[in-house]
């Protein structure tokens, strides 16, 4: 069976220190992937898209860079974090040339201070 | 750019009532369109996914499309306190995924 798995779970961060969030999804070749930010209480939003290892395409950049460096895993990075970056981000994977269903992982909440 | 808004933003039923929820979107060639609930700041489950105008079912969650009128909604059926949660509609332009903002559902027993 298949399983995407996020971590951290939860960070606390400074503002202007680095922050790296990964995912990784098992069980399936060659998925989709995504990165989504959420405020608290704000829309969801999509950051970046991959469809192959090495290549990441830019929706909304938000001064964040994702990184695709296997098949089965994304990275999403900054040098610098910036209040604003506070809140919740979700991976997700899906199949297939025509984007279908998207599969979530649980999420990592980050906090910046 | 694909607008996806819905309405209303939050939503009482009691247990057992009908509850329905709306989904405009701006752009008609999209390819699909999805409904997913998320319970609070975890990941979200697909409840139900439509292609074509008209009607799908998955168990309690019906789906209806009408590309024209830019339109999706989703009603349930028998609906249960474990119901409550928010509801986010999603619009699907090839790799793009676009999110309305949600509506709060809250299922009284």
């Known amino acids: 069976a298949q399983t995407i798995h996020q971590w951290p779970v939860a960070e606390i961060k400074a503002v202007g220190s680095p922050l790296s969030l990964g995912c990784t999804i098992k069980g399936k070749s060659s998925p989709n992937l995504y990165w989504y930010w959420q405020a608290t209480g704000g829309t969801l939003q999509q950051l970046f898209y991959?469809?192959?290892?090495?290549?990441v395409e830019s929706v909304v950049q938000l001064n964040l860079s994702a990184s695709r460096p296997k098949d089965d895993q994304f990275i999403l990075s900054t040098e610098k974090l910036l209040l604003s970056h506070s809140g919740f981000y979700l991976c997700?994977?899906?199949?297939?040339?025509?984007?279908?269903?998207?599969?979530f992982g649980e999420g990592s909440k980050l906090t910046v201070l | 750019q694909q607008k996806v808004q819905q309405s209303p933003e939050s939503l009482t039923v009691s247990e057992g009532a009908m509850a329905s929820l709306n989904c405009t979107f701006s752009?008609?060639?999209?390819?699909?369109f999805r409904w997913y609930r998320q319970h609070s700041a975890k990941g979200l489950e697909v409840l139900v996914s439509?292609?074509?105008?008209g009607e799908k079912e998955e168990g309690r969650f019906t789906a209806h499309l009408n590309r024209a009128n830019l339109h999706v909604s989703l009603h349930i059926r028998e609906p249960q306190p474990s119901d409550s949660a928010v509801y986010l509609c999603a619009v699907t332009n090839a790799y793009k995924v676009i999110f309305g903002k949600g509506t709060h559902l809250h299922v009284l027993p």
């Open positions: 991959s469809i192959t290892v090495g290549q």
């Open positions: 752009d008609g060639t999209s390819n699909n």
């Open positions: 997700a994977w899906s199949l297939g040339t025509n984007t279908g269903q998207l599969y």
């Open positions: 439509i292609f074509s105008d």
